[in-house]
Structure formats: C-alpha cells, structure tokens
C-alpha cells in the first residue's frame, strides 16, 4: 500500500508491505492524506476532515481490511448560512448570499418584508427566504427552525445584519429607541440563540454586523449607536459562553455604499475622505465575512472585533 502525505510543502510517501490488515495512526495538525492499494483504487481525503477544528494535534487512523473501495472522494455536507436583512437589492445582507452561493453555501435569507425585486442570482436550490421579524423571539425561532429543515438540521453560519438605520425625525424618541435596540441588538441575541441546537461543533461561526458607529456618532443616532456598541458586547460574552463550540466574531463596517442609485451619488470627495481612496461596497464586508467563516484560515480566531472602513475611524480630523 502507498501511503502520501502532505503537510505543508513538504510531501512524503511511505511504502507499506500489503497483507490482509495493515494499520497506520498518525498524528499531525493538519495534512492530506491519499492511500491506494493500486492506481485504479485510489482514495483522497482533504483537510476540510481534519483542519483546526481539531486539538492541535489531530489523531487519525488508517485501516486497510482488504476491502475494495469504490474510487470515489467522500461525500462533504453542504455547508448552510443564515443571514438576515436581505431585503435590499443592493444591500449588504443580499451580497452576502451572493458571495456565500458563490462558495458553494446553500443560504437562507430572513427579512421582515420580501425582496423588493426578483432576484435571478437567487435559485430555489440555493436560496431560501423567510420572513420574520427577529425582534420577536417566536419569529425569530420559527425562521430557525425553517432553516434547519431546509439545511438538513445542519447550520453552520449565522450572520446578524438586519438593522434598523438611524432616523432623525419628530416620532417620539423613546419608542424609536426601543424599536431600534430590539431589531439590532435583541433580534440578533434571539438568532444566536435559536440556532445554537443546529450548529456542528467547531465548524460553526456567528457574526453580527455591527457598525463604526460603535465607536463614532451624529446626532440623534442614541438607538443605532448604542445597540450596534451592543453587538460588540454581546460578541465577546458568547465567545466565551461558546467556547469550543462556536466561533463569535463582530464586524463593523464604515462608510459602505448602498445606495440604490449606486456610484452616482458619491463625489470625489468622497472617496477621497478615506485613506484607501474610495467609499466601501457591500463585497467589503462580505470578504471579511468569507474570511471569518473559513475553519482553516480563520479557525483561532473568535471574539473579535473586525473594522472594514478604509481606515477612516484612523483618520485624525481637525476643524476647518
């Protein structure tokens, strides 16, 4: 029997004398393995089954029983996202169901109300909508459970986007702050928690979309700043609460254009303002969001907060 390994660059094959049951335990963090008794019977295994997920030295048993295989690489279950506010076409939430079918995702998009136009980019074989509220535990529990119907009781991503935008207007400021802390802060604790039953240990991420506001305010944006300051709490306390189950990671975007009316409401200035040279897109936010969710690249990292903003908040401002 051939036995390859590779580990890093370095690969090494070792040559196994064949008899009726031969058995190999290695021990390595992280490594594709190939075994085949002959060139026509070959099995490959990729490192999705035994990546940092594992202690930080995963133990794997090879047995040959001489039995015939079928040639074929094992089957990988399909990994499910969840994301909510996906409503806007041009929004952020819809581009990261964009991104996360690009990577073979099957997702499920919530909202309080219907995508505003049909969606092509959006099949029924990989795209499921709910609509919730997830500012209302039993909706947010039923949107949970539609998806791990469809997912095959199987979640392995929540991302917490739906927000309600800050609003300077004459409603009464109470209840606009009340409502917003209830979308963008509540809505996302009744997510996380609707979902923990789903979620495949240490294959799993939530992220909340949280906001420079955070940190930097306008006027009158008390319910928006305070439950997005909220999201950063709240993801330090479930990393720690989910330790060793689930990775909790925060992401506070800057200026991101999602205009409906895209690049054409942006002057020169604008991009300008930002040491990049240019205002974000919705992408922005959704690599970082790939990144995150990714065991091999991203697997030790977990509450932490991730600012996408062109370095702008780094930017120091003096009056004119």
């Not at 997920?53 to 990994?79: F, V, Y």
């Not at 922005?284 to 903003?309: H, N, P």
Request: charged share 20%; with cysteine.
């Amino acid at each position: 029997m051939l036995l390859t390994l590779s580990h890093g660059a370095t690969l090494v094959a070792i040559a196994l004398r064949s008899n009726k049951r031969s058995h190999l335990q290695l021990s390595l963090s992280s490594c594709y393995i190939t075994w085949a008794r002959s060139s026509s019977r070959r099995v490959d295994w990729g490192a999705a089954n035994i990546g940092p997920n594992w202690s930080s030295r995963a133990s794997l048993e090879i047995a040959n029983s001489g039995r015939k295989t079928s040639g074929q690489e094992p089957m990988q279950t399909q990994r499910c996202a969840v994301i909510t506010g996906v409503a806007r076409s041009r929004g952020i939430g819809r581009q990261l169901a964009y991104s996360f079918i690009n990577q073979g995702y099957k997702v499920v998009g919530v909202d309080v109300q219907e995508p505003n136009q049909a969606d092509d980019k959006l099949s029924l074989e990989s795209f499921l909508f709910v609509t919730a509220d997830v500012s209302d535990p039993a909706q947010a529990k039923h949107a949970i459970t539609e998806a791990a119907q469809w997912c095959g009781n199987q979640i392995h991503v929540l991302m917490n986007n739906a927000a309600k935008l800050p609003h300077v207007g004459k409603e009464d400021p109470l209840k606009v702050f009340a409502d917003t802390v209830a979308v963008n802060l509540n809505g996302a604790y009744y997510m996380s928690q609707c979902v923990q039953p789903y979620m495949p240990v240490g294959q799993s991420s939530i992220i909340h979309i949280s906001s420079t506001r955070a940190y930097q305010s306008e006027p009158n944006t008390e319910g928006y700043s305070a439950s997005k300051a909220g999201l950063c709490g709240l993801t330090h306390a479930q990393a720690i609460s989910l330790a060793g189950k689930v990775r909790v990671n925060a992401i506070l975007p800057g200026w991101i254009n999602t205009d409906d009316a895209g690049d054409g409401v942006l002057r020169p200035e604008d991009h300008a303002w930002h040491p990049v040279g240019r205002v974000g897109i919705p992408e922005d936010v959704a690599q970082m969001c790939l990144f995150l969710c990714d065991e091999e690249r991203a697997g030790f990292i977990t509450g932490q907060e991730f600012v996408v903003d062109g370095g702008a908040s780094k930017k120091m401002v003096y009056p004119e």
